[in-house]
Every structure is written in structure tokens, then in C-alpha cells.
């Protein structure tokens, strides 16, 4: 047994790992007690990373080997590396030859390590010479970096993590901090903990976890963030609470910005925002921090998506600055604005210039003496000036035919991107679709005219950044499965063949030498580290040998340490070294409700899954704490529609549709709905159905061109489906994970189908779960094949079939006579109960032919399993409130006796703050006399 210490490739807090492995298997992993991101915690995602990494769930779903369609809509067919990389430089070629080198793009991902980002960035700027190299961080992250360089004169974040334990004030807004970044969260509970004078303030039109355990929860409406950001401003002006010196030495811009506010009064505010304006005044005061002897204590800001995923999400993010700048709340412990990145690289790939609007170490694209620097380092006559096509405008130009060739790597955009029509249109108009992934199983695949495999976690070797700037190494366990290869070494290969078959743009120094002749990662980082010199985000004191130990940026060279914390002199990176106060008139969300769309939707995360799911996904357990897509709204919207939970529902928006099961929920406000984004068409569809982001409207911020992913007007009606079918089962895990993806396949033809994994990994087999309805009855030969799919056709199987109404039963017992698998179609009003007994193993066998006539009440009463709270221990919500009622004590002391009975809480501790909502709602238990 050999250990390597590495970093997760989940969300951008960057915990280091320790991964576990013997010869070629990756048998662990546990946090890095010495990493100073999360110092040993990691969350439910973090720490089941090893079971995603299990042989048989890669031979399932993992890019194994070069694939190729002849056609598109033909199966793939396997190809060798060699001819499936002289494809790529010849189609590109070609497509650049013809049309020009802005008919070619390429699609990145915040999940590339720095090195990749850099080959691909060099590729398509350098070589080819289009600015068209976008990545999904434009979907998360661009409004922050815009945000920062318009106050900041760079995309630079002040703050870091250890500003948590420092703060007197915490602001969180736009971020559900304790389900996204869980470990981060832990930090805040133990500064509330060592100092409860500690105040959190959360701004969400939920009422999250995160907001649920905050001393003030400002439940503003949808798209109002700017209008409270001015009040705040507003109220500090009133009653002198801003710093005057600090502003006259230090910034510029304050008088516009102060004349701007001046009508955004707690009143006015609280109107459009629906706040109260008593909580408006209180929030403005613990901001700023003014004691009665005039000093003043830090407050420190975070965000993430539901400020950046806005039409107006720079707006969002300068007049949140703009309160730090007029508070003197920056460059000092515990104070500042501090951006939790979504993507466990997203920081690295706004370092090399990653995106289509910027160069290598934040230069400026728009720079001709910054443009020069880059060709000189790469040794090119120039990189081109005009701007390239970001994520929305690509695919916008691949729909329209001016983009003929897309190379799209680690990332899904058939699932990530809004408006799914428009991506779909020009994923099918694009000529040349090259998708480069660990995973076969995404719904970009279905349109990819070639399949390269890329290594994953465990298995690649590099750098990422996290949000507080600092760089980990990520090292490789195992090596890749089957023929896969690192990106970088992939773009690397391309490239040296485009180098003989496109025009040279090479200078006459460096004329008949590659580009791209690195050997390792270390390579490619020690080339970016050089292209770092004299920028603001200078590396050039570190060195590979040096990252075996996480550093922070800048660290120049001569440099004894990184910076924990930027500004702490009050000078910015600006010519006159002064931050920029913003003065934004606020706009509305793009969408508004109306007679036609009178709901709100917004978008956010789920606490155990990541993205599309693509890794996250093919664990059972993480889906135990949710089991499958829902729509919440509000108690009151689904009593006046007279809706009952998990009935079908339509959204549509002005782009699309999509079905779901409705669940009233008291977290969102009446009038609004809420659906987590990771529900794409891999897990949730139908015919003409692509999965959430189907609704999403690709209005963009027009500084940062990202997105509003989090907003849509919608209306929700009743879906009409009276057939269902509803099935479950238990199967060997060495074949679970494909068959479902069989049964997604079946279910595209149905106007609702949803299929997902359950289970308590590792183990030997693994349960499947399915939903699926259609307008009229389906015959049984159109699930015949679901029925052998779920080894339902064996002769002791039980069954029952009405033919003429589309009706069926199956139901298979085990051996030991507990439910092995079941189908109900037609009539669904069983699948409850008889889900429950299947998962929890209830003996079944005496009730034989009895349960083909069973209806919504099983025969037998029993406990019906509650909604799972913690996903390490498997502890249920019905459990806790038992136990609760003879726990003794304070909260303290009771939460202590719970643990010690249902060790809820005792591992990742990412089930915290349910379980701690669970002992504030239940009283504590009476002492006997």
C-alpha cells in the first residue's frame, strides 16, 4: 500500500488529499492534515472520491480509447491515437485554410490543471491565431474577475481563508456556503464558536442551511443585490459610519458613487427588495463595524454564483466592493472581499489568460505592448487583437455557421450552458466536434464527431489554484485506465502537427523549432511561471520542488513567502495606485415575472453532487440525501394549485420545458420555485427535453459576458402524463452504471424520464431507480426492454399484464426474500412503499402474488424511511428527532449526546447544519426529578 498527497478536484477550496492506492487501484482517500486549505476536513464529495475511482465504475463510464463516428448519429467506433490526433490537425487545418482562423474554437474547462490551460491557451492564440479560447469559467467566474479589475485595476483577491477565524462581520451573499464549499463552512462555525459575538449576515432569496444558521438572513427578490448594496452604502453615509480618510488617500470615484445612493434609502430598498427596512439599517451597522470608542473590526464578504451568474453580475460585484472601499474594510486581517471560486481551477485559468477576452498573467488583451510580450514569450509575430467569442457568443457563432471546427475539453456544455436549443443547433450545424474527456457518459458525447480520453483525479500530474491564490500540486496515484492521456499532452500533439500544416507564425528566431516541445507538466508550469514576470500575480520566486508545499501568489522572485492578504498598503493595481469606486444604476433581472410567467426559478447546488454529475453521479450514496430532481415552491403556491408532492409538473420558460416531480418546500418564497442545476439530460429528459438549463436564458453582464444561469421567468402547470412507470432494482455494481445508461437511451422516447443510482458503497452490487411518463399508455413491448434490463424476465418472476391499458407488475423477490426488483406500470401508486422495502431489504416473500394487486398503502405497516440527513453514517432525519428527545442539556451538550448515539456530523461534518436546524426545531428532553 503506497500513499500520494494530491488535491480534490471538486470546487475551488482546494483541499488537499492523501490518496491511498496498491500497484494500479486507488483503495482510499482521507484529507491532508497539513494542507492549510481545509488542514485534514473534506466534504461528502471529497472523501468518496476514491469509490468514483473503483475499476468497475470505470470500465462503465470512463473514455477508455480513442473514438470515432463515421457519421454523426453512428455509434463510435474505436481508433488509433495516431489517426485520431492527424484527424484533428487536419480537419482544423483545413476549416483555418478555408475560412479563416476565427472559424475554429476552442472550449475549456475550470476543471484543467494550470498546465493544460497554458498548452491550450498557447494553442489557439499562439499557433493557430484566434482569441476564440473561452472556458466554463466563464459561466462562473467572470463577473468576479471583471468585478476585481474594475476596482481594483486586477483580477486579484484580497482576502484569504484565515480571514474567516478573524472577522467580527461575515456577509455572505450569492453563495449557500454551507452546502458548495462545506469545508470552508467548517472554518466560520469554529470562529462563531470561539467568538460568539461573531456576526453572519446572509443575503439569499432562499432560505438555505447557510441562511438558516445566520444572525441576520436578508431574503432579498430575485436580481435586487445592487439596490441593497446602495442602501447599505446609503445608511453608512447617513450615520457617518464610512472612513473619509481612507477614502481621500486611498480610492477614487466616491462622489458619484455617494449621488447614486442618495435615493436608495432603507425604505425605498426594503420596497423593491422585500426586506424589511429596520434589517437594512442593522445589516449597513454590523458591516461596518464602528465600536463606540470609534474603532473599527473587520468584515469580511464572500459570494459566488448568485452574484457572478447575473445579467448585471459585475454591477452585483463592484457596489459589494464598493462597501469594503468606503468602510476601509480591506487589506487588513480579517477584512475584505473574498470571491469562493465554483471550480478547482478556475483561479489557475484566469492566471494563463484562459478566456477569450485575456492573455497570460492577467494581461490585457486590448494592450499592444501586452499582446507583444505574449508573442515574444511564445516566440510568434503576434496574437491577434480583436477580442474571441466567449461561451454563450461560441456557440451562438457555431449555430449561425461562422464557427465551423469546436475542440471542447473536460467540460459539458450540452448540459452546462443555457439555452440548451441554441447549444444543440450549433453542436449539430458545427462541421468538426471534438470532445476531450475522462467520461463517455456526457450529453455532449452524443454529438461528438470524435472521443479523446483524458486522465482524471488520481491519475494527471500539475498545479491548480484555489480562491485564496493559492497553488497545489495535483499528482498522479495510478496511472490513467486504459489508453487515456493528460490534456496537455493531448493539445501538445495536435498542435505539433498543425505546426507542418498551417501557415508559420513563427518569428525568424525560432523558425523550425516546436512550440510545444515539453516532456512533463513541470515543463509546461516553469514556461507559465516565466510568462508571470513583473505581473501582479508573479510566481518566479517558486519552483516545482518548491509547490511541495501549497504556496500563495505573488511570490517573486527573492521572495521569502507568498501573500496571504493584497492591498494591506492600500495601494492598488491601478496607475495611480487608487481602487475605483463604481457607481452602477441597478437593472432588473432579464427576465421578469408576468401574466405569461409569473414564477421565478432560480438555480443553485445540491450538497452532495458536483456539476453534471459526471463523477459525482455514479455513487449511489450521494445521491441518498437527494434522491432525484424536484421542483420545490412554496406550501401556499402548491395548496392553491392543489398539488401534492412528487406530482408531474411542466416548466417552461421562453426557451424551453422540462418535467418534474413538484415538492413544496418553505426555503423558497411564494411565487418563486427552486431546482438544482445539476439535473441535466444525463439524469433527467424526455423527447424534446434536455435538462434544466433547457429554461435558462443566455442573456449575458455585458462587461463580463457570463451568463444569468440563476434567473428565468417561468410558469408551472400541471404535466398531463397519465401513463407511468415507475421500477427499481438491485444489480451488480459491475454493470449498473451501463445499464442505466441503456435505460436513458429508452427514456429520450417518453415525455418524462428520470433515472438514477441508490446505494451504501462499496459493495457488490448497486440499486437503480426509474421514473418515467407519457402522455398516452405505452404498449408492453415498449418496456419489455426495461423489464430484461432489470432481470425481470426470469420465469419466478411475478407478474401481471393488462395489454389493452398499458399495464403491468413485476416483482422479482431474492432468495432470502426481500425485493429484488420491481416494475409498476400503468398504475404507480405503489412505488413508494415498495422503493422503501427494496432499499431498506423488508422481508417480502409472504406476501407473494398479493403484491401484483398492491396499491399506494403497503400491506404491512411500517416505518417509512424520513429524508437522509447525514451521507457518511446513513442517519435519517426521523432518527435524529427520536434521539433528540432524550438528549439532556444545551445545545452543546445535546448535539455531543447525539453524536455519540448516531455519530451524525462525526465525519465530514457537511450534515452540520441540518442536523444542528433539527436540534433547534426539537425541545430538549427533561430531567427526571
Request: charged content about 20%; overall charge neutral.
Amino acid at each position: 500500500m503506497a500513499e500520494t498527497r494530491s488535491t480534490c478536484p471538486y470546487c475551488g477550496v482546494g483541499c488537499g488529499v492523501v490518496i491511498e492506492h496498491d500497484g494500479p487501484r486507488i483503495t482510499g482517500v482521507r484529507g491532508d492534515p497539513e494542507h492549510p486549505a481545509n488542514f485534514g476536513r473534506l466534504c461528502t464529495k471529497g472523501s468518496t472520491l476514491h469509490l468514483t475511482a473503483a475499476p468497475h465504475v470505470t470500465a462503465q463510464v470512463r473514455a477508455l480509447q480513442p473514438l470515432r463516428r463515421a457519421a454523426r448519429g453512428a455509434p463510435f467506433q474505436t481508433v488509433g491515437w495516431d489517426a485520431a490526433l492527424d484527424e484533428v490537425a487536419d480537419r482544423f487545418a483545413s476549416i483555418v485554410g478555408a475560412h479563416g482562423p476565427d472559424a475554429v474554437g476552442l472550449y475549456l474547462s475550470g476543471q484543467l490543471l494550470t498546465e493544460d490551460y497554458y498548452a491550450f491557451n498557447k494553442l489557439g492564440k499562439g499557433l493557430i491565431g484566434t482569441n476564440n479560447v473561452d472556458t466554463n469559467s466563464r459561466l462562473c467566474m467572470s463577473s468576479a474577475v471583471t468585478g476585481h479589475k474594475a476596482a481594483f485595476g486586477s483580477d486579484l483577491v484580497p482576502a484569504c481563508y484565515d480571514d474567516l477565524a478573524l472577522a467580527q462581520t461575515v456577509f455572505i451573499t450569492g453563495a449557500n456556503m454551507a452546502w458548495a464549499h462545506p469545508v470552508l463552512y467548517r472554518r466560520l462555525e469554529e470562529a462563531r464558536r470561539a467568538n460568539p459575538a461573531l456576526k453572519l449576515i446572509v443575503a439569499d432569496p432562499r432560505r438555505t442551511e447557510t441562511a438558516a444558521e445566520a444572525d441576520l438572513h436578508l431574503q432579498l427578490l430575485p436580481g435586487t443585490d445592487v439596490v441593497l448594496h446602495h442602501a447599505l452604502l446609503h445608511v453608512m453615509l447617513w450615520e457617518q459610519l464610512t472612513d473619509a480618510t481612507w477614502i481621500a488617500a486611498h480610492t477614487t470615484g466616491f462622489a458619484a458613487l455617494r449621488d447614486r445612493v442618495r435615493e436608495f434609502t432603507p425604505a425605498h430598498a426594503a420596497k423593491v427588495c422585500g426586506l424589511q427596512a429596520d434589517d437594512i439599517v442593522q445589516a449597513a451597522r454590523w458591516f461596518a463595524n464602528v465600536a463606540d470608542d470609534g474603532r473599527r473590526a473587520p468584515t469580511l464578504s464572500l459570494w459566488c454564483q448568485g452574484l457572478n451568474q447575473s445579467s448585471s453580475g459585475t454591477d452585483k460585484i463592484t457596489s459589494l466592493i464598493n462597501l469594503h472601499l468606503a468602510c476601509g474594510q480591506i487589506g487588513r486581517p480579517g477584512a475584505g472581499p473574498l470571491s469562493l471560486t465554483g471550480q478547482p481551477n478556475a483561479m489557475g485559468g484566469r492566471e494563463v489568460g484562459g478566456l477569450a477576452t485575456m492573455l497570460s498573467a492577467h494581461r490585457d488583451l486590448a494592450d499592444p505592448a501586452q499582446r507583444a510580450e505574449v508573442a515574444a514569450l511564445w516566440g510568434v509575430n503576434e496574437v491577434p487583437a480583436a477580442p474571441g467569442k466567449t461561451a454563450v457568443e461560441m456557440f451562438r457563432a457555431a449555430a449561425e455557421g461562422e464557427i465551423r471546427a469546436l475542440w471542447i475539453t473536460c467540460t459539458n456544455p450540452a448540459h452546462s450552458m443555457p439555452e440548451q436549443a441554441l447549444v444543440r443547433r450549433a453542436l449539430a450545424r458545427c462541421e468538426f466536434v471534438v470532445l476531450q474527456d475522462a467520461y463517455a457518459t456526457t450529453a455532449t458525447a452524443d454529438f461528438a464527431d470524435l472521443l479523446l480520453p483524458a486522465s482524471s483525479w488520481g491519475e494527471k500530474e500539475g498545479t491548480v489554484t484555489n480562491s485564496e491564490r493559492r497553488i497545489s500540486r495535483v499528482r498522479a496515484a495510478v496511472p490513467p485506465p486504459g489508453q487515456a492521456r493528460a490534456d496537455w499532452q493531448i493539445a501538445a500533439s495536435v498542435a505539433r502537427r498543425l505546426e507542418a500544416r498551417l501557415p508559420s507564425r513563427r518569428t525568424v528566431q525560432t523558425s523550425g523549432q516546436t512550440m510545444f516541445g515539453w516532456t512533463c507538466a513541470e515543463e509546461v508550469w516553469n514556461e507559465h511561471r516565466e510568462s508571470t514576470r513583473g505581473r501582479d500575480l508573479d510566481i518566479t520566486g517558486l519552483s516545482w520542488a518548491a509547490l511541495e508545499q501549497p504556496q500563495q501568489w505573488p511570490f517573486p522572485e527573492g521572495a521569502a513567502q507568498g501573500s496571504a492578504r493584497l492591498f494591506t498598503d492600500g495601494r492598488f493595481a491601478t496607475a495611480d495606485g487608487r481602487a475605483r469606486f463604481h457607481a452602477p444604476a441597478w437593472k432588473p433581472t432579464a427576465e421578469q415575472r408576468d401574466a405569461a410567467y409569473p414564477v421565478s426559478l432560480l438555480t443553485g447546488r445540491l450538497r452532495d453532487q458536483w456539476h453534471g454529475m459526471s463523477r459525482s453521479g455514479t455513487l449511489g450514496r450521494l445521491f441518498g440525501h437527494a434522491p432525484g430532481p424536484v421542483l420545490e415552491m412554496h406550501p401556499q403556491d402548491l395548496q392553491r394549485r392543489q398539488w401534492r408532492d412528487g406530482d408531474l409538473v411542466q416548466v417552461r420558460s421562453r426557451r424551453g420545458s422540462a418535467v418534474l416531480p413538484v415538492q413544496g418546500s418553505e426555503s423558497v418564497a411564494p411565487a418563486q420555485a427552486f431546482v438544482a442545476m445539476h439535473w441535466g439530460p444525463e439524469f433527467l429528459g424526455g423527447a424534446g427535453l434536455s435538462g434544466v438549463n433547457a429554461l435558462m436564458p443566455s442573456a449575458c453582464c455585458p462587461q463580463s459576458l457570463q451568463p444569468e444561469l440563476k434567473h428565468a421567468a417561468v410558469r408551472v402547470q400541471r404535466a398531463e402524463l397519465p401513463w407511468q412507470l415507475a421500477a427499481a432494482a438491485w444489480l451488480p455494481a459491475g454493470e449498473a452504471l451501463a445499464l442505466r445508461e441503456r435505460l436513458r437511451r429508452w427514456g429520450q422516447g417518453l415525455d418524462f424520464f428520470n433515472c438514477v443510482p441508490f446505494g451504501r458503497e462499496p459493495g457488490a452490487r448497486l440499486g437503480i431507480c426509474l421514473r418515467a411518463a407519457a402522455a398516452t399508455p405505452q404498449r408492453v413491448q415498449a418496456w419489455q426492454g426495461v423489464v430484461a434490463d432489470l432481470g425481470l424476465d426470469h420465469a419466478a418472476t411475478l407478474r401481471y399484464d393488462d395489454p389493452r391499458n398499458g399495464r403491468g407488475r413485476r416483482v422479482k423477490l431474492a432468495e432470502d426474500g426481500t425485493l429484488q426488483a420491481f416494475l409498476l406500470a400503468g398504475d404507480t401508486a405503489a412505488a413508494r412503499w415498495m422503493l422503501e422495502w427494496l432499499q431498506q431489504q423488508r422481508p417480502a416473500a409472504a406476501w407473494g402474488r398479493a403484491l401484483l394487486a398492491a396499491g399506494a398503502r403497503p400491506p404491512q405497516a411500517g416505518p417509512a424511511r424520513s429524508v437522509q440527513v447525514c451521507a457518511c453514517n446513513d442517519v435519517d432525519e426521523d432518527a435524529i428527532v427520536q434521539a433528540l428527545r432524550h438528549c439532556e442539556g444545551n445545545a452543546e451538550d445535546r448535539l455531543s449526546g447525539l453524536q455519540a448515539q448516531l455519530r451524525c456530523g462525526t465525519s465530514c461534518g457537511s450534515c452540520l447544519p441540518a442536523v444542528k436546524a433539527l436540534l433547534r426545531r426539537q425541545p430538549a428532553a427533561v430531567a427526571a426529578p
